[in-house]
């Protein structure tokens, strides 16, 4: 299958050969479907500390999450079927089972069967369960509008997806795939392991790199507000006891 593979990164060059490109490898995925997209400040710095052994190229992109997205989108002719990964990704588990996971080992077959899966149901996006714990997953499709979280997501481009959230982009990305599909697919048995997360669906997380140099909390307050008022039937706000940053739901009026 015809599929290429996307990695939106912020300084973690040092890290990343460790991480989302050396599972990339291991679990069988040819390098020249991989390219990793930095701001054009940081694109040497790539080059000489990323073992080029695990990617095609580094590609010049644009500053903020949202914005480096954007530019993927860009990127890729119409059409391409794109895989996005995070650059902090350790591997996609499996569950064994309430305590324990199996990463996925042959990565380009499950590729391949997520993008027909999604093919045969009508959705131009798929995606994996937002919690990296296996006493969650469960054997299972969900369809119609639910959260496609962008650690790892495979989707159709379409070069009229613009996204303008400057971070919560995957509940955006989300929803507008259900506009135009009337579903997005996602699978319950399968989720992302990453290090050092403390808050899913926008990339906010405890480590250093990604959004560790930017006002996050600013940035959480925009997108909250943005979501809200741009997609009201689509988007609620839940009460969040566990820190500062505010945080939404997607409901489709049924649940």
């Not at 990695?7 to 990343?16: C, K, Q």
Request: aromatic residues 10%; proline residues 4%.
């Amino acid at each position: 299958m015809n599929y290429e593979i996307a990695i939106p990164s912020h300084e973690r060059a040092e890290t990343i050969g460790q991480k989302t490109l050396l599972y990339l490898a291991e679990a069988g995925i040819n390098k020249e479907r991989v390219r990793v997209f930095v701001e054009p400040s940081q694109v040497e710095t790539y080059k000489n500390l990323v073992d080029s052994g695990l990617y095609a190229e580094i590609v010049p992109s644009e500053k903020g999450i949202t914005a480096n997205h954007n530019r993927i989108t860009n990127f890729y002719p119409d059409n391409q079927l794109v895989v996005r990964a995070d650059d902090d990704l350790r591997y996609l588990g499996r569950k064994v089972d309430d305590k324990t996971l199996a990463p996925i080992e042959d990565l380009d077959d499950w590729i391949t069967n997520a993008f027909g899966f999604a093919s045969r149901v009508g959705s131009t996006l798929w995606g994996i369960y937002p919690v990296a714990n296996p006493f969650f997953l469960k054997p299972k499709l969900t369809t119609g509008l639910t959260f496609i979280i962008g650690q790892f997501f495979g989707s159709i481009n379409k070069h009229s997806e613009i996204l303008r959230s400057p971070v919560k982009q995957d509940y955006e990305r989300s929803i507008e795939r259900f506009l135009a599909d009337g579903t997005v697919l996602r699978f319950d048995d399968v989720c992302a392991v990453s290090s050092g997360i403390t808050s899913y669906g926008g990339g906010i997380r405890s480590q250093k790199g990604g959004l560790q140099s930017l006002d996050r909390q600013a940035l959480n307050e925009q997108a909250v507000n943005y979501l809200l008022a741009t997609y009201p039937d689509f988007v609620i706000e839940k009460e969040n006891k566990k820190n500062q940053y505010r945080e939404i739901r997607l409901t489709d009026g049924s649940r």
